[in-house]
């Protein structure tokens, strides 16, 4: 978003620090503080605080406060064949956690995750790729993450020369 623009009405500011498990290399740890604002001022009950548990590639947990009490949303990613995933978001709440809100959240995380997917449909491996002081934690994020990743992990190329089901 350009925030330079005198159309920008809303904005949504965040923080995130990201490190990955001292003890269970497999897990990567993001602290996240977001809250939106309307013309400059914060819009009430917008404040959110995020622990986020990433546990390998598929599982995520995010441990949230918000104005409306505390809860987990579980958001777990299940291969069904290549190049396709089903994916499953869990939201538990505090017996206390209104209807609506959890309602807005989930539909909050259901948009970022198109978000997202507009972006994986459209990325591009770069190995070297131009980052900024700012993009510090891409950088952190893609080592940890290649631990994921084997000399047998399959390619788009690999899925295209041995299969027209792609």
């Known amino acids: 978003m350009d925030y330079t623009s005198y159309l920008n009405f ?3 500011e965040w923080q995130p620090e990201w490190e990955r498990d001292e003890h269970r290399p497999h897990v990567g740890r993001i602290k996240l503080s977001q809250l939106t604002k309307f013309c400059g001022f914060e819009v009430p009950f917008s ?3 995020l622990d986020i548990e990433q546990i390998g590639p598929a599982t995520v947990h995010l441990h949230l406060k918000t104005w409306f009490g505390s809860g987990v949303l579980l958001q777990h990613i299940v291969p069904e064949g ?3 995933h089903r994916v499953i978001h869990l939201l538990y709440t505090e017996p206390t956690f209104r209807q609506l809100p959890a309602n807005l959240l989930v539909m909050a995380e259901a948009t970022m995750l198109e978000r997202d997917i507009a972006v994986w449909n459209n990325k591009k491996f770069l190995r070297n790729p131009i980052l900024l002081r ?3 934690l891409i ?3 893609r080592r940890w ?3 994921f990743y084997s000399s047998n992990s ?3 190329q690999n899925l295209r020369e041995r299969t027209l089901e792609w």
């Open 134 to 136: 700012e993009d510090r």
């Open 82 to 84: 290549p190049l396709s």
């Open 145 to 147: 993450y290649q631990q």
């Open 10 to 12: 809303v904005t949504h």
């Open 47 to 49: 404040r959110i605080s």
């Open 154 to 156: 399959p390619t788009l």
């Open 139 to 141: 950088s952190r994020y």
